[in-house]
């Protein structure tokens, strides 16, 4: 029983993983985050393979970037100031896990 409960938990986690990842891209494409970044390389803002490498491990970094993307900010990338984003706390959230999958 505990081996078919482990495998329920691990089977959820890997389509978790894959739902952020189809669900961020779109999200990020909808709410016009990519006119400002790429996953891949540097455009207005740092491509999202580089916030992902910089918070790698970091135990807060989902909600630390979430309140960026809603809030804003300026300084972690340079003196270009990112505005604040028309989104709600769980699509910031989704956005963020996505891009924290990237490498």
Not at 13 to 37: I, P, Q, R, W, Y
Not at 66 to 90: C, H, R, Y
Request: hydrophobic fraction near 45%.
């Amino acid at each position: 029983m505990r081996a078919l409960i482990a495998v329920a938990i691990a089977t959820g986690f890997v389509f978790s993983a894959s739902a952020f990842a189809a669900g961020g891209e779109d999200l990020a494409k909808a709410k016009n985050c990519m006119t400002c970044h790429k996953v891949d390389g540097k455009l207005i803002g740092p491509s999202y393979k580089e916030v992902a490498a910089k918070y790698a491990g970091q135990k807060d970094a989902v909600t630390y970037l979430s309140e960026k993307i809603i809030k804003g900010g300026t300084g972690v990338w340079g003196q270009l100031a990112m505005t604040p984003n028309n989104v709600t706390p769980d699509e910031a959230k989704t956005l963020v896990n996505w891009i924290m999958t990237l490498k």
